[in-house]
């Protein structure tokens, strides 16, 4: 279902079917009037949904063209994906934050001539004026007139609003497989997605190199300005020429010096581009490829995916790339010195290869070493945040000395990888130099010689050695880099690996549509294994009926939160199957289920934002009025008063703020009874909560919603587990055990 007809009832906008005449106009025409109504109904009830969520105060934005882009794209939005797409913000939204807002989507702004004519079937324009208010222009589907929409809403002709003044406009197309990023479209170019990536940067990518080959010419000629000091100034003894070949050679370098500047700018403009693109679609496919197989990555290899590309972009911004962008030089160089020098060229000739092979070599040994120093550094990272993890259970078992020692270890291995690859470059550097220096003395006396036969002057002998180091500065920085050039490696392959796999919508394929939830769940022989293959339990058999209140019991590491991760489909089933409404759980569409879910985690978290931009991840669509009443069943009310904002007082990591735990599992509570779902999932809560007014609120809820909501949670409390009609107990290895509360109580007894 879209959003219209999500948010106003009515079916999906489309053209009218054509009327025969002669009631064809007339018919039109009320087509038409019919058609803006609707579109301005569902305009403005989407806008009142995004302004609202902002709070009484918010201002008005740009809500009502972002609502009709929405709308008019022609793509399957659910109002919640959209509502969610938008940040909650008092100073309403603008034109960077609706375009913003629209690539979340996967609408993306393409700018095109404000003035330009509309083709068939072009999706909607953003056009920004440089005087006067933004506004969307389309294409209306009954007949073949251009709409205007300004952001008060008003709908009028093109024709009779006309054109004027100097503007913007952006065509907001929907991505599709076309698109060159997509993976349909690489398997066609054989791109991988970096090089897709750079091909969206051809005109800037031209521009580059048209400055790099201005520039290599101009370094050329700077060196050809010493042949004719030499013969006309020096040889002749004549100071005549000298002040127009300086003037020559200071334009020549003050366009040098320009171009190069230049040059760093498109590369700094590339980079910084590049890198945000990058780190935004590493961190969004993160989230979006399916969490099971997310979380069986480390932390700390995560963080190096995000971070990978910091090694791409400081080689691209770095001395050494700049040093590379010198090869047209060089190859303009080989040719002056060709000229100028006959049999010369062989010398930088020779130089470069050796320099090429020295890098083949070096690259080869530095492969391995890259990947051993890579994983000693992996493990010590892994070693370290484990310390700090089990630090008191260190101490507890006094195991100090053995800790000591398997750091120790690991140190050493990583510092001799380290060493062992940093030997590699010194090698590098050291052969490198002496290649450099024996080609520059060659040069030199191979130049002296061609003097003495009569062959080149002075001056053409300076010009030589000049361009011949030129020519092998390059590849000797390339030498210099090798290092560089495998962690740019590394980089890539990593992000193009992570970039192939496909989101967790993808994989899953055609869904069966998410009916509203009815609260029966069904778990079929369920079984669960660890990563290393052992059975954690198997064979859990139960039907639990909507409205009935379940709790789930045993001791650490039996899967009791495995358990709540897979009935919103955040594990992989080793075993068995899960239903939801009698449906197989891998039939449904999982994102949207989980939205649907109310879940306590076992660790609550606030988000950065505002209070009530996370208090609305459970529901977009709830008003001022839902919000203070949510808060106010849970017993925030009052500590969300004294807060400086309110709602809207921001949140940053935890500790910073101060929030205790008490008021993130108050505030997880409102939010899994602001989702107002039929399946609720409430994982363990502490011992020390569960006797305070946390547990006090966790009670009320179960009670309020026996026999109305479904209730599954996580205790070891026996007067908690009475609070269930059932109670699954997980053992290690076995076969879970389901029975009431008070079998379980003498069976324990």
Not at 479 to 499: D, I, K, P, T
Request: proline share 6%; hydrophobic share 50%; glycine share 10%.
């Amino acid at each position: 279902m879209t959003a219209l007809a999500e948010i106003s009832g009515l079916p999906d906008l489309a053209p009218v079917a054509p009327v025969p005449p002669p009631f064809a106009a007339r018919e039109a025409a009320v087509a038409g009037a019919e058609w803006r109504l609707r579109l301005s109904r569902a305009v403005e009830d989407m806008a009142a949904a995004l302004t609202g969520r902002g709070g009484a105060d918010a201002a008005p934005g740009l809500e009502r063209l972002f609502s009709a882009a929405c709308i008019l794209s022609g793509t399957d939005l659910p109002l919640r994906r959209i509502l969610g797409a938008v940040p909650v913000a008092g100073e309403g939204l603008g034109p960077e934050g609706m375009i913003a807002a629209l690539a979340r989507l996967g609408i993306r702004a393409e700018k095109v001539p404000a003035g330009a004519p509309f083709a068939a079937g072009e999706p909607p324009r953003l056009v920004l004026p440089a005087k006067g208010e933004p506004r969307l222009q389309f294409r209306h589907p009954v007949g073949q007139g251009i709409v205007t929409l300004r952001p008060d809403g008003a709908l009028a002709d093109l024709a009779a609003e006309g054109e004027g003044g100097r503007a913007r406009a952006f065509r907001l197309v929907p991505e599709a497989e076309a698109h060159p990023l997509s993976k349909a479209q690489r398997a066609h170019t054989g791109q991988s997605w970096f090089r897709a990536l750079l091909g969206l940067f051809a005109p800037a990518g031209f521009a580059l190199l048209v400055t790099v080959l201005l520039a290599a010419a101009a370094a050329v000629a700077l060196p050809l300005f010493t042949i004719e000091i030499y013969a006309n100034v020096i040889s002749l003894g004549s100071l005549a020429p000298l002040p127009s070949l300086i003037a020559g050679m200071a334009l020549l370098i003050a366009f040098e010096t320009a171009l190069l500047s230049q040059r760093a700018k498109i590369l700094a403009w590339m980079a910084n581009r590049v890198e945000f693109l990058v780190s935004a679609a590493s961190f969004e496919r993160i989230l979006r490829i399916r969490p099971a197989l997310s979380e069986r990555v480390a932390v700390t290899d995560q963080a190096a995916r995000l971070r990978s590309f910091e090694n791409i972009r400081e080689f691209i911004t770095g001395p050494a790339f700049a040093t590379l962008l010198e090869a047209p030089v060089g190859l303009f160089a080989l040719v002056a010195i060709g000229c100028l020098g006959g049999w010369l060229v062989v010398v930088p000739l020779v130089g470069v290869f050796l320099h090429l092979c020295l890098f083949a070599a070096l690259r080869r040994r530095a492969r391995v070493l890259t990947s051993i120093a890579a994983d000693e550094s992996t493990e010590m990272q892994r070693v370290t945040i484990e310390t700090f993890e089990k630090r008191d259970a260190i101490r507890q078992a006094g195991l100090q000395a053995a800790w000591s020692s398997r750091m120790t270890r690991g140190i050493r291995r990583q510092q001799t990888s380290q060493m062992a690859l940093r030997l590699v470059g010194a090698l590098g550097e050291s052969l490198s130099a002496f290649i450099l220096t024996t080609a520059s003395i060659l040069l030199l006396a191979g130049g002296a010689h061609a003097i003495w036969a009569g062959t080149l002057g002075s001056g053409g002998l300076l010009a030589t050695i000049i361009l011949g180091t030129r020519v092998l500065i390059p590849t000797h920085m390339l030498c210099l880099s090798v290092q560089r050039f495998e962690q740019l490696g590394g980089s890539l392959a990593q992000l193009n690996a992570l970039m192939e796999i496909a989101p967790e919508r993808e994989e899953e394929g055609e869904t069966a549509p998410l009916r509203p939830l009815q609260g029966a769940v069904s778990f079929l022989n369920v079984g669960l294994r660890a990563t290393d293959t052992r059975p954690v339990f198997v064979g859990l058999n139960l039907d639990i009926q909507p409205g009935e209140v379940v709790a789930v019991t045993g001791s650490n590491g039996t899967g009791k939160t495995t358990l709540l991760k897979l009935v919103q489909g955040l594990g992989d089933l080793s075993l068995g199957a899960i239903r939801i409404d009698g449906v197989d759980l891998r039939q449904l569409p999982l994102e949207e289920l989980r939205r649907r879910i109310g879940y306590v985690p076992q660790h609550p978290r606030l988000f950065p934002g505002s209070l009530r931009e996370n208090l609305l991840f459970a529901d977009p669509f709830a008003d001022e009025a839902r919000q203070r009443a949510v808060l106010a069943e849970t017993g925030l009310s009052a500590l969300v008063a004294r807060l400086p904002q309110g709602l809207d007082h921001p949140c940053g990591p935890d500790e910073d703020l101060g929030i205790s735990s008490e008021f993130r599992f108050k505030f997880a509570l409102s939010q899994a009874i602001l989702a107002d779902s039929r399946i609720i999932l409430v994982d363990e809560i502490p011992n020390s909560l569960m006797d305070g007014d946390v547990g006090r609120f966790f009670r009320q809820l179960v009670g309020d919603n026996r026999r109305r909501r479904t209730v599954l949670f996580v205790s070891h409390r026996s007067d908690d587990l009475r609070l269930a009609d059932k109670v699954i107990h997980l053992r290690y290895g076995n076969v879970p055990h389901v029975s009431t509360p008070d079998t379980l109580s003498a069976s324990l007894a």
